[in-house]
């Protein structure tokens, strides 16, 4: 079990412990989160957020036909140049 002492500013020091299982470095932000249940869980905002892009972008690549970085760079070159360059 880890304590952590909230300051009169409302302030917490996260334990060493957690700051590493979640990942945590200094500037990191870290997402509250309640369950149904009404427990709250910390996580790493910043791996969260990686996390969630990911799933948002599952399988577009697919869907337009990239499939390497070749396809990437012609995609950008076309959305900055248009699709006759």
């Known amino acids: 079990m880890n ?4 300051s009169s500013n409302g302030q917490i020091t996260v334990p060493a412990e957690i700051r ?3 990942g945590l470095k200094a500037g990191d932000k870290i997402l ?3 369950k149904p249940n009404g427990e ?10 990686i996390i969630n892009a990911q799933k948002a972008f ?8 990239i499939s390497n ?3 990437v760079q012609d995609l950008v070159n076309e959305i ?3 699709k006759d360059n």
């Open 80 to 82: 900055r140049y248009g």
């Open 69 to 71: 970085e070749n396809d």
């Open 20 to 22: 590493q299982l979640l």
């Open 58 to 65: 599952y399988g577009v690549a697919d869907e337009a036909g």
């Open 3 to 6: 304590l952590a002492k909230i």
């Open 32 to 34: 509250f989160l309640q």
């Open 40 to 49: 709250i869980t910390i996580n790493n905002a910043s791996a969260k957020a």
